[in-house]
Structure formats: C-alpha cells, structure tokens
C-alpha cells in the first residue's frame, strides 16, 4: 500500500468529495443487464460486463447512485480490463425504474446481496465484493454476519469511505457543513418515498412528516425503519452498522475510510481491538467522500481503485 499524496485542490475535504463527484470524466462501461426476481416476487437489476471469468466482483453503490455512478463505472472498466467479470448491482429503486414493492433499500440491507449472490454463486469459482459508502457498510454488515456460515463462494470484501457507524453519521451529516450534501440525498430520498406512498396509499407513510423531514434521523424514523420493519431510526442504525459485527469477519477485507470525510463520525476510524485480523484497514488524511483523485484532471486511476485491485491480486 502506498499514501495517498493528493493535489493541492483535493486536500480540501469538500473539493475532494464534489470535485470528482460532478466532473470526473465520465465513462460508460458496455453493460449487459440481468434482471433477477427475488423471494418477494421483486426485481432487481444487475448491470453486468462478462469477460467468461472465473472471478467475479460484486459492485456495491452508495446511497442514491446505480451502476452509472462515476466511482462505480470507473472501477468497473479496470476490473474489466483485468479480466474480471463484473457485477454491478442496482439496488431497489436505483436501476431507472421503480421496483414493484413497497420497501426500497437500506444501509443494512444484506438481504438482496444475499439474492445476488445466491444467483451467481454456481456461475463462478470466486466472487469478490466492493461496497462504497452505503454500500460498504453492506458489504462489511454482510461480512461479519451471514457470510460468515455461508457456502457462498466470496472471497474479498472491500469498503471505500464506510459509515460503519450509522448513528454517528447522522449526527455529522446534519451539521452545518455537510449541509449541501444533506439537501441533496434528502431532495432524492424524500421523492421517491411521496412517490412511494403514492403507489401504497394504506401504507404506513405519513407523507407529511416525510416532506417535513430535515435530517436523516427523521427521514429514518418515518420512512426507512417503518418500510423496513424496524421499530425507529435508532433501531435500524443498531441493527445495521457494521462496526459491532467487524471483529467477526472472516473474509479477508480491506477498509479505507479518510480522516477527512466529513460524512463520517469519529466512530467510523476504529481502533484495532474493534476489528477482525482479517482487515486491513487504512485511514489516509485526505480523500474526502469517495475522492482519491491523484491529479487536477483526473484523468489517472485513482488512489483508492490502485489499493483495490492490488488488493484483489
């Protein structure tokens, strides 16, 4: 592993989360879509690169994204291109169409990864995963709970700029200076969940108190725990943060959370007695959210998808 020696622009916290956010070169990975059904009589739509491998790698995006977010379609042509299958899922709501349900996704939502996984497990002799944000509090969640017994053939797990402590991350992402990036998930959330209780109007939704919500805590606590079965928000974030389950990882993984990502609480860095020897964890000062880029163009691989695929070989 090398540090990660950022330009100047992207020592900014900010800068380095927005910057390769909005306008890093775009690309479009040669996608194959695959529709699977799930036991609820759902859907859920992967969006696939296959190169006839016997390793595959499951892409996790983090909240509101899909298979077109710019981290996610990056990382995806180099895996491709290292001659990977690749695996992008879309979770429920993320693909361009709305999915036939009531529930959408969650930060913990380990149960249609699960699905994924069941439906490629007898495709492929190894399927690594990689989970960004949301996603990779999943991935780790997953980790340290179902895989752990599973005869799932994963092998790798890998989170970038993990909220492993939901609670925690709440709370910062409903400070002052994360505002911007809290009106933005809200005015996505908070559409889509009108839209929901549009469609299921004897749902439990109260729409109002969904409209009015200003924070994630109270988004949480009249949509996603409800939805989701969970009795509150503060239920749903003990029952889906990864950081109680990491010391039970068995996988081998890899945790690169930034000292700089103002999304993440001080929780989010843990100390080692908090974590499985099968992590390798890395705190570098500077990355932001997602960020990593190694020049103002960014036009070079970035650091964090360096890390990754040395880590996968």
């Not at 609820?40 to 790698?57: H, N, P, R, W, Y």
């Not at 340290?144 to 992402?173: F, Y």
């Not at 109680?244 to 990882?249: A, E, S, Y």
């Not at 964890?281 to 040395?310: C, S, T």
Request: charged share 20%; with cysteine.
């Amino acid at each position: 592993m090398v540090d990660y020696k950022p330009p100047l622009l992207h020592r900014s916290a900010h800068l380095s989360t927005i910057i390769p956010n909005l306008f890093r070169p775009s690309l479009t990975p040669r996608y194959e879509r695959v529709t699977i059904p799930t036991p609820d009589q759902d859907f859920l739509d992967i969006d696939g690169i296959f190169k006839e491998s016997k390793t595959a790698v499951l892409l996790l995006h983090g909240l509101e994204g899909s298979s077109m977010s710019r981290y996610i379609s990056s990382i995806a042509m180099q895996l491709a291109q290292e001659g990977y299958d690749v695996l992008a899922m879309n979770q429920r709501g993320c693909s361009g169409r709305d999915n036939l349900k009531l529930r959408t996704y969650h930060s913990g939502n380990t149960e249609d990864v699960l699905t994924v996984l069941s439906h490629f497990a007898n495709s492929y002799e190894t399927i690594h995963i990689i989970g960004f944000s949301l996603g990779g509090n999943i991935a780790l969640r997953l980790a340290g709970t179902d895989l752990r017994t599973s005869q799932l053939p994963v092998e790798k797990i890998v989170g970038v700029s993990v909220p492993i402590d939901l609670k925690g991350c709440a709370i910062e992402l409903g400070r002052f200076r994360n505002k911007i990036y809290l009106l933005r998930f809200l005015r996505s959330l908070k559409s889509k969940a009108i839209a929901k209780a549009e469609k299921f109007p004897d749902s439990m939704i109260d729409l109002k108190k969904i409209e009015n919500a200003k924070s994630f805590f109270a988004f949480d606590e009249y949509f996603t725990a409800p939805v989701h079965g969970f009795e509150s928000a503060l239920h749903y974030y003990e029952q889906c943060s990864a950081l109680p389950v990491l010391r039970d990882v068995k996988n081998p993984a890899l945790l690169i959370n930034a000292r700089n990502d103002t999304f993440l609480s001080q929780s989010c860095y843990p100390r080692a007695e908090r974590l499985s020897n099968s992590i390798f964890y890395i705190d570098p000062d500077y990355g932001g959210h997602v960020g990593f880029a190694r020049n103002h163009r960014m036009h070079k691989q970035f650091w964090h998808e360096e890390q990754i695929l040395n880590f996968l070989k």
